[in-house]
């Protein structure tokens, strides 16, 4: 009798506490969105089940663990931070900057759309009291970028990793609910129904120059973003060489599959109750919300002063600047329905959209290397 | 050394970003513009589908250019 009173004292159900069932709420609600919703299901159910690991008292299954995760965490993201710059591999080789390219004035909208970054680590830091490294780490939850806060947490704040990381995918998959109600209070009905230009053809060898010379110049100018930026150019040039099918098909694929099921799983496994359910996590989520919807009202506004010094044919719809958050391709698929139903389909800027919307993924690397060069 | 005030750190940061992405993008003009995508012609069954129509419309007709505009 008394070894089943043993085995029961020492069950995970005995040590289960009020915050643990709390954090498998968190988690069911993180996976009822991502299957119900569909909102990023690749990485919220990834990140929910990790954090249902996490809160199984005894199992020891939590990224600060010694189990597998545990391991996992330590080597792929606190240790070396390899995880993030091998999910970047994979986005470089499934992006197409040519939209970028045959608009290069859309570079501006993607680094205007960063304004949220710098806001919301302002906030944090001045007024909710996080330290120069912890509001950094929030700000950039404004890039709506996962890995790039991931990667950036992990290196200022690891402590915040959980609430961050959550911030930044839930705010990735609310861009449909967020960011319509922005591009309405900011643009009028003339300036959505502005219909851009076509936009300069790009030959091959510029498209396969573009890697080259971004990953030299931007890691020459922040060598702190050359992780992110570096790898992202990498995947891209394997996709615009037309010679490495196979590289190409492994890191878009199988691989980048792969580094995201380990990174959403240590990321949802550093989400113990005692990490998670703290009033600090209630302010990263709402300066979050914050970050998000400054860097899409500083891509429009920036798209609209752009407008002030451009002849009438070639200005540019303002609404494409909210696509300047790297939320690829949500966010220009986003802008795009905006001014169809706005104009009736007559205008589609898809396209147009899709040149800041990548220019953002370069973006909020670039501030997430100079937070790391100025504060890290 | 003191670290740097959080708004000096993130004027700098947008100022940097700005700058970086304001260079490339002069730097990928530079590159459009040195190395012009190369638009294939009009082929010579477009050219003779076109012929023969406007031919038919407005007999003696004479087509000299076909341009296709995207």
Known sequence: ?376 | MNPPDLLVVCLSAFVAVFFLLGFLAVVMRLLIAVFPEKLAGIDSATIAAVTAAAAYVFPGTKVTKVEEIK
Do not use: W
């Open chain 1, 1 to 376: 009798m008394d070894i089943f009173i043993q085995l029961a004292r020492d069950s995970g159900i005995a040590n289960l506490g009020l915050g643990n069932l709390l954090m498998f709420v968190v988690a069911g609600i993180l996976i009822y969105l991502a299957i119900a919703k569909e909102y990023e299901p690749l990485l919220l159910i990834p990140i929910g089940f990790g954090a249902v690991l996490a809160n199984l008292p005894l199992a020891e299954m939590s990224s600060e663990g010694t189990s597998l995760i545990g391991k996992i965490y330590l080597e792929g993201i606190e240790n070396t931070e390899l995880l993030p710059p091998l999910i970047f591999l994979g986005v470089g080789v499934l992006t197409d900057f040519r939209p970028l390219l045959g608009r290069p004035l859309t570079f501006l909208l993607g680094a205007a759309a960063q304004l949220g970054i710098f806001v919301a680590a302002l906030g944090a830091f001045y007024l909710l009291g996080f330290n120069a490294q912890e509001a950094a780490s929030i700000g950039i939850i404004g890039g709506a970028d996962g890995p790039t806060s991931i990667f950036l947490t992990a290196k200022l704040a690891p402590h915040l990793l959980g609430p961050v990381a959550v911030a930044a995918y839930s705010y990735m998959a609310l861009v449909p609910i967020i960011q319509p109600p922005i591009l309405r209070m900011m643009t009028t009905k003339a300036e959505r129904a502005i219909d851009m230009p076509q936009a300069i053809p790009v030959s091959q060898r510029a498209a396969i120059l573009f890697p080259l010379v971004t990953g030299i110049l931007a890691s020459l100018a922040v060598p702190s973003s050359a992780p992110l930026l570096g790898m992202l150019m990498f995947g891209n040039l394997l996709r615009e060489s037309g010679v490495t099918e196979r590289l190409k098909k492994t890191a878009g694929g199988p691989m980048l599959d792969i580094v995201t099921i380990l990174l959403g799983l240590v990321v949802g496994a550093t989400m113990s109750a005692e990490a998670f359910l703290t009033t600090r996590t209630l302010g990263i989520l709402v300066l979050g919300a914050f970050a998000f919807s400054f860097s899409t009202a500083g891509g429009i506004l920036f798209a609209k002063i752009i407008n002030l010094f451009l002849s009438k044919e070639k200005k540019i719809n303002p609404c494409i600047g909210a696509a300047g958050v790297s939320a690829v391709p949500m966010s220009a698929r986003v802008v795009q329905q905006f001014v169809s139903d706005e104009t009736n389909g007559k205008v589609n800027p898809l396209m147009p959209a899709m040149g800041p919307n990548v220019a953002g993924v370069i973006g909020s690397a670039v501030a997430a290397g100079v937070f790391l060069a100025l504060v890290g």
